[in-house]
């Protein structure tokens, strides 16, 4: 739970861990809550333990949790010496410093700009610092609780009105730098998750995270909207391009190089960047092998979308779903036959595969509407939010196909250590 871990395995993980101690017990997952109940049947009675964690994922300290747990259930080493290590492993320092956080923000804002949201070379350069910002605050921000709780609202409302004071120029998209610049802060793996445990007949969990999403997603639009309304007031005229999804306006053809609309020859660039940028924010170590495969397996994940959805134009659940079995397929394979950890090299592939639903018809609809004045902005809102949930499900029924075509036989030694989205 500290670590992130996919969620909607802990019962299961559990209950595999107390047969192998001989425990009699029962667990129930709620989000950030694991209710875990011991049964003594020579008495007849039990003993509860409620447990509080909130989650975010390191994907270091998850792999090296999870190959404890391994061990233990395999007989492989005791409880006491699994137990000292994890105590080690909770209070081991980050493995990235602020500093080093902070850039690695900007980087994968500047990344994503041109591959995902159709941003010019400048473009990305302004969403370098708008990026790294973000990460700043919200590293700081959570040492504050009360900050902690708007926080959405008011780094999005910020980093709007920087967006939408660069656009004024006639040299920057809007579109591309304010989505780029928040895209670290995407509900993502929420929804994600929320839908893993609706499939798994979570449905108190899947259902709490799913409505959540469904607000932060309101919170997020309505903070981009009110710095770029905000802006407009000050400057007393409209923005330039809030409805400039794919920058055909701020981009001039015949322009100088670095104001077009860059080639798609640069994703080869710029996908591979995104996908080790990610990785290290997800704190997973760059010296070691599973780097190379998390950057492959994202990029492999990102061409089957993107092809794919050239092919299905405007259903991106379709898309997300064949690439979300690409990523899935790949991972579990090196799971099983390799003896490696399936959920830490795919996460990254998966969460490639979410951007999309940011860009036309996403947020930027939301926040069009609502500088106008539009009645039914809301109602876009909820669209973005239904949006975000309908990609979701395609990741869902991709991992799920690839989970069952790697694991065809059921087994319960397996199950018990099966560590997959």
């Not at 902070?102 to 700009?113: F, Q, V």
Request: glycine letters at 8%; charged letters at 10%; proline letters at 3%.
């Amino acid at each position: 739970m500290m670590f992130g871990g996919p969620s909607h395995r802990l019962a299961s993980q559990i209950q595999s861990t107390g047969r192998v101690l001989d425990l009699e017990l029962n667990c129930l997952y709620l989000p950030d809550v694991m209710l875990i109940s011991f049964e003594d049947s020579a008495t007849g009675t039990s003993n509860v333990k409620f447990i509080r964690q909130s989650s975010a994922l390191d994907l270091e300290k998850l792999g090296d949790a999870h190959s404890l747990y391994w061990n233990v259930i395999h007989d492989n080493m005791s409880v006491s010496a699994a137990s000292a290590s994890l105590d080690a492993l909770m209070r081991k320092k980050p493995l990235y410093n602020f500093v080093q956080l902070t850039i690695i923000g900007g980087m994968c804002s500047a990344s994503i700009c041109s591959v995902s949201f159709s941003g010019s070379f400048i473009d990305c350069l302004a969403s370098a610092p708008l990026g790294a910002l973000l990460v700043a605050v919200q590293l700081i921000g959570v040492r504050n609780e009360l900050y902690a709780n708007v926080f959405e609202i008011t780094i999005a409302t910020l980093l709007s009105f920087l967006s939408a004071a660069l656009a004024s120029t006639n040299h920057f998209c809007y579109s591309a730098v304010a989505s780029s610049s928040v895209v670290l802060i995407l509900p993502g793996f929420i929804v994600l998750s929320g839908s893993l445990e609706l499939s798994s007949r979570s449905l108190v969990a899947g259902a709490v995270r799913l409505c959540f999403a469904l607000m932060y997603s309101l919170f997020l639009g309505f903070g981009l909207a009110i710095g770029a309304e905000v802006y407009e007031k000050i400057i007393g005229r409209a923005n330039i391009g809030p409805t400039d999804y794919t920058c055909v306006d701020s981009h001039d053809p015949k322009g100088p190089w670095w104001q077009q609309t860059p080639s798609l020859w640069w994703a080869f660039l710029t996908v591979p960047m995104y996908s080790l940028f990610l990785s290290m924010r997800l704190m997973a170590p760059w010296w070691k092998k599973e780097m190379i495969l998390l950057i492959a397996i994202a990029c492999a994940g990102w061409v089957t979308n993107h092809f794919v959805g050239t092919k299905f134009p405007n259903q991106s659940d379709i898309s997300a779903a064949v690439g979300a079995f690409v990523v899935g397929l790949v991972s579990n394979i090196y799971g099983r036959f390799f003896n490696g950890n399936a959920f830490v090299v795919m996460i990254t592939g998966i969460l490639f595969q979410v951007p999309s639903g940011l860009g036309n018809g996403g947020l930027l609809n939301f926040v069009s509407d609502q500088t106008s004045g539009s009645s039914s902005s809301y109602l876009s809102g909820f669209q973005t939010a239904l949006q975000l949930i309908s990609v979701a499900i395609g990741l869902t029924v991709g991992l799920g196909i690839s989970l069952v075509v790697v694991h065809p036989i059921q087994s319960r030694r397996r199950a018990g250590g099966l560590f997959s989205l």
